[in-house]
């Protein structure tokens, strides 16, 4: 069985430009759920879907936003760019929502913001 | 590979020897806990879980021990080999609640053949 995929694996992009990052669950997960990775601030929940519904989501400002579709694949999008932006973002896949089910994480997505 | 975190502190241990990791969960309340391992390069991977009604549970070569007085974890691997050199991090959570999963820093550890 294939496990979570991540597009694209590396990404630069410019201060004040938005970006789209995509999640492909496993196949017959349903929940999906970002977290941004930094040396900083270590990994932090951005939010939770399932069945197309954001049932929970992190202390991050509305610059970030999440959907997901039909099929359970999950997009994450980040508007107006801040250099604080640049982390590793992780998506992960689940049977069901809440903590209950163990996650699955894809291998992520690196983004610098230059 | 990629680093996932800098100033990590470091666990360095030889091939054989039992390693212990220690995580300090920050809410009273929290009433599930996960360690993960994550290896450079790669997303974290779940290793082992435990709920606040229990202070121990066992896996394959892995011990997780948890003393919710001090609000403290810690992750016992026994004979550690090469293999288990990797970052490991805790992450506390809310069975009933809303999920918004907290994670500890996390720990490098190196085994040294």
């Known amino acids: 069985k294939a496990g979570v995929t991540q597009t694209p694996r590396y990404l630069i992009k410019t201060r004040g430009q938005q970006v789209t990052l995509s999640c492909s669950p496993i196949?017959?997960?349903?929940?999906v759920s970002w977290y941004q990775q930094t040396p900083g601030q270590g990994l932090q929940f951005l939010f939770e879907y399932f069945s197309e519904t954001q049932r929970n989501k992190g202390n991050f400002p509305g610059r970030f936003s999440g959907r997901q579709f039909s099929n359970s694949r999950s997009e994450m999008n980040v508007s107006t760019l801040e250099l604080g932006d640049s982390a590793l973002y992780l998506c992960?896949?689940?049977?069901?929502?809440?903590?209950?089910?163990?996650?699955?994480f894809g291998p992520g997505t690196r983004l610098t913001v230059t | 590979g990629e680093s996932v975190g800098l100033h990590l502190p470091t666990l360095s241990v030889q091939e054989g020897d039992n390693s212990i990791i220690n995580c300090a969960y920050s809410?009273?309340?929290?009433?599930?806990f996960i360690w993960y391992k994550q290896e450079s390069g790669k997303g974290p991977q779940f290793i082992i879980d435990?709920?606040?009604?229990?202070d121990k549970r066992q896996g394959q070569r892995v011990t997780v021990l948890l003393n919710k007085t001090v609000k403290h974890l810690s992750l016992q691997i026994a004979a550690t080999q090469p293999g288990d050199s990797a970052v490991y991090f805790c992450a506390e959570n809310f069975l009933g609640g809303s999920y918004i999963p907290t994670f500890g820093r996390g720990t490098s550890l190196i085994v040294h053949p």
């Open positions: 435990i709920r606040s009604n229990m």
């Open positions: 196949s017959g997960h349903r929940s």
């Open positions: 809410n009273s309340a929290s009433d599930y």
């Open positions: 992960a896949s689940s049977l069901g929502p809440g903590a209950s089910y163990e996650q699955y």
